[in-house]
Every structure is written in structure tokens, then in C-alpha cells.
């Protein structure tokens, strides 16, 4: 496919306005994967390739650590793709998991606290489950958004409410000032935050955390913390085990909390859909009667494992519990710096903001409580006075695809880029599209 | 561990329920991982193997097409284990579900009709949140019971209601008659079953088939046909692909249908959680109002794919997926007869009947519309004036588990068992076990 762009870029409003129309596509909602479709088609009609910005997929092959240890399992424990998995997990898993999280982020957590989900998405999805039927009363979940737009399909699945905060507005005291009225209204069963945050690259502050911790326990209230991006802010270096710095997180502030590690990003690993839960050792035993009628159980450890796993997938697949298992073991041992491996889209996103802000794009999430945003898998852009819809048009015109905020929960206009499919061969040809689009967003372009 | 009883049993009475009641465990709601764990742990305090009729996990190791299938890939394939599975399944699993249906119940579906899931539980997990949401004042799920109890347990989840038809009592023209009856109120939105049966071994008939395939379409009523053992009625031959006898399945009688066919029991490959849904083409395309606010959507194809196994998993492991595949093409191509290989399960079945009965235990649901039951993963055995509870309590004694069949939703006292991992060597310690109860129990044991 062409790569280069000459006499087919812009492509004409009205044919793509037709495309939209007959596609029953508005950019204002649209979803992710519908824009994937839509770009995919564009650019196999016109024979050409787009930048494609709207993907938040690994750009990287995992290494061969994971596939690895899987093969040796297939090959070497023919009993084991027979044998249902642990609903709880195979106890290898929950064993890494626990030393894991002790070497980067400095908390103690027993393997028991470890339960492995198909993916982050169920985790997710069965926390929320939990969080918003605990008490019949707090079935809202209040998002720091913008966020990643599944997690409010889920709540729509459970027929949970939702509210949100946008980080742009609210940080530091303000933002737990906030929490803290919302919270006392009594309706917030659980406040989930991705951190890095997706799409904007904002990370809490441990100050923060605090704050939001302290809340959490005072108003009974339980925190999703969706670590995706774990340890991916590279403005400290997180990636020595059991040294100083350690990630961030609410584990250091309340009891009342569940934290999900993807495998996806760190060790680019999402084919196999497999992440670790640290379910609070506090948490796993609290009891709410409510729980009973949806889980047989008032225990939040058991809601999780035999009320939640079991009757959606009846446990996790054996053998990625395994590759994971070696992943976390060689993370923790030190001779797998997974958090350098993964250093390659910071450094992309560096050079990629620099071209789109050459080019009069604003970057709408630009301050992080002061210091400048760090540069990891994703960054937000916005041209001033049009809305994320019309600048996703323009740049769909100009072969490029990202995602509106509109659809994150932002309440500022924008787009999201994603650099992690982005090949570093392609930075010439997107100065040349950002800079003929910025010509032609000029108020009276020559 | 010694396998010889001598000396052990009977374990006294006072002890035993010492046992239960420091574990708090009920005999007659006792879930399976419940006893699991009890049987795990009399069972080394005592250093004496039980006979495990509890379990209902494949005894088999798989074949070794799949294993061989996800090495392959692993090692050749390194971006796919970082690269998300499509929502709707691997186009090969979709292409070579299409295909083994066809070959082996004569039905033909699209590949777009057949999505993977994480299992037949994710499977059923949400076809259950589709049927019983699809019309708000049909949130009811008809089970025809006994049945799975893990189902029930999914219905609850989901916060919906169930309603339960004992096939011991309603067979033929009385169970049509007896579905039409509810079906009639309004409230039932999914009707569930497996067939074979689980924990019966009742197959329902095609005569039953299509009473029950004309009654979804005339009350709009979706089916879930769990066929989680696949042609395993061996009072037919089903193992040679496109050569009559087929399968029976409601496939042939309405379009009102999800289709689970599990990977666990007919391939032994539970351990790597893989199934599919066959979405009848004529349901993926059906429209109803009331999914829009779970799903956002109000197409069932879209609501399963995109509502369902994208807030719950964001699809199934890529790897098994290739697995399952393989599986399907050796399957269909006649190159790897699975019927025959899990045939053991049906002949070790008729031996260990013939002991129960030998020691005066009745099979509970002997008949299956006038013919004997047929012998495969499950029967039901029962005592005269005893509960299930209390004959499991007895079994245990004599260092034996089973499942009470009140756990599964009949109407009948007794005892599921399930011979798949009982080996052919311990078939004479079960004898002397047998009848060391059946002496005991005798009204007045000498």
C-alpha cells in the first residue's frame, strides 16, 4: 500500500461527509472500533495508508518470555490444557503477582490477594459488579475522567449509574474536595481512575492518592485503580525491583481497594487476555448483605472469585496464567526490565507531540499539577475553535485517525493520539500531513 | 496415598459432622468446589483416597492436535500473542465452526454466526443477560431442571428470575404442554438446557425438540441449547461427520437460538477455556428496544459481540482460539474421531451402574422417554427413605462424594455421579466400599 500521500490527500468533504452518512457514523460517538473500520476501508479504497492514531494497542512483539514458558507447559504437562484452572488462580500466579507488586510498588499483599481475570476488562467489569451492588443505595460509579470508554459499558451492562470528574478541571485539593462531595451524597459505591490515564497521560500524585484514600475509607466507598499503563511515567524510573522509586498507588492509603494490572501494554501480551487483581487483604474479607442475592455470598473475597469468575468464564486460561506468571517472576528478578522495553513509546510520543504542536495543535491535557505532561502511549491535541468531531473530519481528510474526547468522557474538545502503532519511517510523511492540514486550517489559507 | 480401606472406613458419624459443621458446609446446598475441598481434606487427614464421583471434569489428557496447534503459533506467530483477538472470534474458528456443525448436526450457519467465548460459561453467561433483558417484563429463565447449578447462580448475577420444569416428571407431549403453559404468562425471555443432560444423561428427542423449537417462535422465547457434551449419546453413532444420524439440536426447528458447544468434555480442553456460540442467523439480526440501555445497542448479534464479550473479556485468548480450530478441522475432516476417543467415559459408565445397582441403589432418572437411560458422563443413583444429604453423608462415611441432586434443581433425592475420573483399577475397592455401605444400611445389619 502507498505510503505516500501525493494527489490523493485532502480527500473531498462531500465524499467523505457521504461515507459517514452511509456508514451511519458520527464522530461525536463514534466508537473505536467502528472508526478502525472506517479507516480501514478508507484506506483500502483509496489505496493508501493512514496514520492510524485511534488504535491503543502494543505496537511491540511480547517478549519471548511469556510464549515461552507457555510452549514448555503445553509440551511438557499434557494434563494441564484438560484440568479447569483454579477459579482463584494457579497458585505460581498468585505467588509472582504477590512479590511483584511488593518490588515495584512496595506493598505487601499475600498470593490469596492475586486473583487472575481474562484481561483487565474482566477484571474491571466484575469490580464494578461488586462495587455498585454492595449497598443498594451507592450504585453510581464516579469516573476521573476522560477515560477509556468500555469502562462505562460495563456499568451500563450491570445496570449501574455513573457520574464523573474531569481531571482538567480538578486536581490536588480541588479535585479531593470534589470527591468529597460527591462522596457524602452517599450514592458512590466505587471510584475508578486509570493512572496513567488514558487518554490524557495524567498521572495522580501520591498527595493525591492520599487524599482520595482517606475519602475512600471514610465514606466506605471502593477504588478501582486500573494500573494498564504501570509504571509507564517516565519522568521517574520505576523499573529497578525493590528500589526507590516506587509506582504510586492507592494500595499505600486504604484498605478499601481493588487493583488491576494488565498485561497488555507492559509486556504486550493482550492476545491472551491476561491480568492479575490485587484484591486489598482488608477488602477480601468485609461482608455486605447486599452482595448475597447476585453472588451467594456476603464476602467481597468469595463475591469476587465464586460469585464473579466462576459464572463468567469459570476461571482464566491455563496457560497465559503461566506466561504471566514467568513475566512477573522475571520483572521481579531483575532481568527483565520490561518498563525500558516499553520506553520506546515514550520516546516516539516525544518526537510526535513536537511535530503536531510545529503545526499550531494545541495539547489539551497539557499540565500535570504544574509539571509539564509526561510522553507515554497517549497524548491529547486540539486546534482552536473547532470541536473534536470537526478536527477528526480534517484530519481524516489529511490520512490520519484518532479519537474525539468527546467520546472519553472529557468535557473539553480534542482528539487522542496514540503513537504505539506509529513506526518511526512514518515521521516524514506525518510532518507532510499535519503541515498541509494546518495550512489549510489557516484562516485564509493561500 | 493408599487406596485400600481397610481399618478407615466407615468414618465415625460424630466426627464427620464434627467436620461439617466446623467447615459450615450443608450437605443438601453443598456447592462442588465445597465438597472438593472437604473430600481434599478428609482425604489426606485420613492419608486414604476417596472416589471422587463428585467432580465433573474431563479424565482424559487432550488430544494432542491442540496443544500442537497453539506451539505452532506461539512459535511462528510472535505479534499474535500482543495483538487483541477480534471481538467475534478468529476468522479460521469462525470458518471451521461453520463447517463442524454442518458435518456433524446438519445445520448450516454462516462463520459469522459462530463466535468464541471463554468457555461455554461465558457463553452462557451472555446469551443469559440477552434473553432475560431483550423485553423488560420477559426477565425470566426457564431451566428444564436438574440442571448445572452454576446457571442458576449466572441468572442471579445478572439479577434476573428463574422458573424450572422437572424432566422427571414432563417428558414428550406433557413437557411441550407444560412449557407452552409458561411460556403463555409472558414472563419467560430464554429457555435453558443441556442435552445430554447434566446430571441425568436424559436426552431430549427430536419430536421433543420440535414441540419445543415451534413453542420459542410462537412466544418469541430464545433457546440456549447447551451442548456441552456434543453427540455423546452413544445409543447412536454421531462420530462420522456429514453421515446421518446428526446431532439433534433446536438449530433445526426455529431461529430462536444460541448454541454452546464446549471444548471441555469432547476435546478435554477445559483447561484453556474455549468454546462457541452458533448465534442463529436469523436471531444475530433480530432488534429489540429494551437491549439498547445494557448493550447500546439493539441488535442481538451486536449486543453478544460488541454489549457482551467486549465489557466482559474484549475477547477470547488467541491461542485457544487456534486450538479450538484445529480441533474442529481434524474433527470434520474425519481425521480425529473425539466421539470415539471419549467413548471410555460412556463404557466405564455402564460398569460402575452395574456395581451401584448390584448394592441396591436405584438410578433416580432411570428412563429416558421408555428407553433406559443411555451411559455416559453422569447418572443418578438414589436409596430408598433417604435423602440425597443423607446418603451423600452415608457415601462419604465409605469414603465416596457425589453431588446431591438437590443442588441441581430436581425435584428427586439422590446422588449425581459422574465417572470420569475414576479409573478401571479402582473399580474393586468401589465394590468393596459398595457393599460395606449397602450392609450398613441395611435395616437391621448384622
Chains 1, 2 share one sequence.
Not at 83 to 112: C, H, N, Q, W
Amino acid at each position: 500500500m502507498d505510503m505516500n500521500s501525493n494527489n490523493i490527500f485532502p480527500l473531498e468533504s462531500d465524499f467523505l461527509n457521504k461515507y459517514l452518512n452511509d456508514w451511519e457514523v458520527d464522530l461525536t460517538h463514534v466508537s473505536i472500533r467502528e472508526l478502525n473500520r472506517l479507516v480501514d476501508e478508507l484506506s483500502e479504497h483509496f489505496d493508501v495508508e493512514f496514520l492510524r492514531f485511534e488504535f491503543g494497542i502494543p505496537g511491540l512483539p511480547p517478549n519471548k518470555i511469556g510464549p515461552e514458558e507457555e510452549i514448555r507447559i503445553l509440551q511438557e504437562n499434557p494434563r494441564i490444557p484438560s484440568t479447569y484452572p483454579p477459579f482463584d488462580g494457579i497458585p505460581r500466579l498468585k505467588e509472582a503477582a504477590s512479590k511483584f507488586v511488593k518490588k515495584f510498588m512496595d506493598i505487601e499483599v499475600p498470593p490469596k490477594s492475586c486473583v487472575p481475570t481474562v484481561g483487565a476488562m474482566h477484571s474491571g467489569f466484575i469490580c464494578q459488579s461488586i462495587v455498585g451492588r454492595k449497598q443498594p443505595e451507592s450504585n453510581t460509579i464516579l469516573y476521573l475522567d476522560p477515560g477509556f470508554p468500555v469502562n462505562k459499558l460495563q456499568t451500563k451492562f450491570l445496570g449501574l449509574q455513573e457520574q464523573s470528574i474531569d481531571l482538567f478541571d480538578y486536581r490536588g485539593d480541588a479535585l479531593i474536595n470534589k470527591i468529597e462531595e460527591i462522596f457524602s451524597a452517599g450514592e458512590i459505591g466505587g471510584l475508578l481512575w486509570s493512572s496513567p490515564n488514558n487518554p490524557t497521560w495524567v498521572c495522580l500524585k501520591e498527595s493525591e492518592l492520599e487524599g482520595i484514600g482517606n475519602l475512600l475509607t471514610k465514606y466506605d466507598v471502593i477504588g478501582i485503580e486500573d494500573a494498564a499503563y504501570f509504571g509507564m511515567d517516565y519522568r521517574q524510573d520505576y523499573s529497578q525491583p525493590g528500589i526507590p522509586p516506587f509506582i504510586p498507588t492507592i494500595a499505600r492509603y486504604t484498605g478499601n481497594y481493588f487493583l488491576t494490572i494488565s498485561s497488555s501494554k507492559i509486556f504486550s501480551y493482550a492476545g491472551q487476555r491476561i491480568a492479575i487483581t490485587v484484591i486489598s487483604p482488608e477488602l477480601m474479607e468485609k461482608r455486605y448483605k447486599n452482595l448475597r442475592q447476585y453472588f451467594d455470598t456476603e464476602r467481597i473475597g468469595h463475591a469476587f472469585v465464586h460469585g464473579g469468575i466462576y459464572p463468567t468464564t469459570a476461571g482464566v486460561p491455563q496457560t497465559p496464567q503461566y506466561a504471566l506468571a514467568a513475566l512477573f517472576e522475571a520483572a521481579s528478578s531483575g532481568d527483565y526490565n520490561f518498563l525500558e522495553e516499553v520506553k520506546v513509546y515514550s520516546k516516539l510520543a516525544a518526537k510526535i507531540k513536537i511535530i503536531f504542536k510545529k503545526y499550531d495543535f494545541d495539547l489539551v491535557y497539557d499540565k500535570d499539577m504544574g509539571e509539564p505532561i509526561g510522553d507515554g502511549f497517549y497524548f491529547t491535541v486540539s486546534r482552536q475553535g473547532m470541536t473534536g468531531a470537526e478536527l477528526l473530519f480534517q484530519m481524516l481528510r489529511y490520512g490520519m485517525a484518532g479519537i474525539p474526547l468527546s467520546t472519553t468522557g472529557s468535557t473539553r474538545e480534542g482528539i487522542r493520539i496514540c503513537v504505539s502503532i506509529i513506526r518511526e519511517s512514518q515521521l516524514g510523511e506525518m510532518e507532510n500531513r499535519l503541515s498541509a492540514l494546518n495550512h489549510h486550517l489557516q484562516p485564509n489559507p493561500v
